[in-house]
């Protein structure tokens, strides 16, 4: 059996898959954040339930939010009491054998390019649009990392000057470290951003689509704007990585009009003669995460 361990910043999902990723069980746990040891225990604990459910011990595979660096130090704003931290080394010191982690928008990817979404293409994008803004690319339903790991970190693209100056928006300090990264912008909260920057009203992104759809002038204007910065956004992925096609997943996503209007606001942003790729939604949704790191484990040790 394989474990897939999807770590979020608020909860822990640990789901137990077959070796035709079928899954078995499935249950979710609180994320410890503030404390490195009491979170290397709750992840210790998720995988003794998983070796006590299957009467064996089974391979893991962890997807983690954040980045793990060259010298597999990890670095996530969701998770700050591991930043530093070698988790794999630590897990793997405990437990007595291997673990293999990697960041939980690249399991994403790795899942939709095996069996799902994108099945059938050879390089596959998985961008995630939920709480933050992140991604992955897979080639040949294999997770391309590149020389430091950052391989679909689409979200800290910067804002470009003419975004300031057409929409007057602010050049807004990032977590991670730079300033005007699209993901404050282009994430699910950054459609309620644009929403209160126009018009200083406190709107969810739930219920700016809700009113767009009946015509409200103000919430078609923070959707337009919207789109046009996600645009520009995708047609970066689409410069630099040239994908067959792009899986959404995370809230957004679940928007039918963001899925339908989205390639219509790429094209603006290519070159001539360049089409945009397919732009879908994610087969497995929520699920991606901890399938596709039940699939990374399974690559790395079959």
Request: charged share 20%; proline share 4%; net charge negative.
């Amino acid at each position: 059996m394989i474990y897939g361990i999807d770590v979020g910043g608020t909860k822990i999902e640990t789901a137990i898959f077959d070796y035709k990723f079928v899954k078995q069980t499935s249950w979710r746990v609180n994320t410890p954040t503030h404390d490195y040891a009491e979170f290397l225990d709750t992840l210790i604990k998720q995988i003794n339930k998983a070796d006590d459910y299957i009467k064996g011990v089974g391979i893991i595979g962890i997807g983690i939010p954040g980045l793990i660096d060259k010298n597999g130090k990890s670095l996530s704003a969701n998770i700050p009491c591991a930043n530093g931290k070698s988790i794999k080394s630590d897990l793997t010191a405990i437990l007595g054998r291997e673990v293999v982690i990697e960041n939980d928008c690249r399991c994403f990817a790795l899942s939709e390019a095996n069996g799902g979404a994108g099945v059938d293409f050879k390089r596959v994008y998985g961008a995630i649009i939920g709480t933050g803004a992140a991604g992955g690319l897979c080639i040949d339903a294999k997770i391309d990392t590149g020389a430091n790991g950052i391989v679909g970190e689409y979200g800290h693209i910067p804002l470009p000057a003419f975004f300031l100056e057409k929409y007057g928006l602010p050049s807004v300090n990032c977590g991670c470290g730079l300033s005007g990264c699209m993901e404050y912008y282009v994430s699910g909260p950054g459609l309620g951003r644009l929403h209160a920057h126009f018009f200083a009203e406190d709107k969810t992104s739930i219920d700016i689509f809700s009113l767009a759809s009946s015509e409200d002038e103000k919430s078609l204007k923070t959707i337009s704007c919207y789109l046009d910065l996600l645009g520009y956004t995708f047609a970066s992925i689409v410069l630099n990585h040239d994908p067959d096609i792009i899986v959404l997943g995370g809230g957004i996503s679940k928007v039918d009009n963001v899925i339908t209007m989205l390639p219509d606001s790429v094209k603006p942003f290519l070159f001539k003669g360049v089409d945009a790729p397919r732009i879908v939604r994610a087969k497995y949704g929520d699920a991606s995460g901890g399938r596709g790191a039940a699939i990374l484990a399974k690559q790395a040790f079959s």
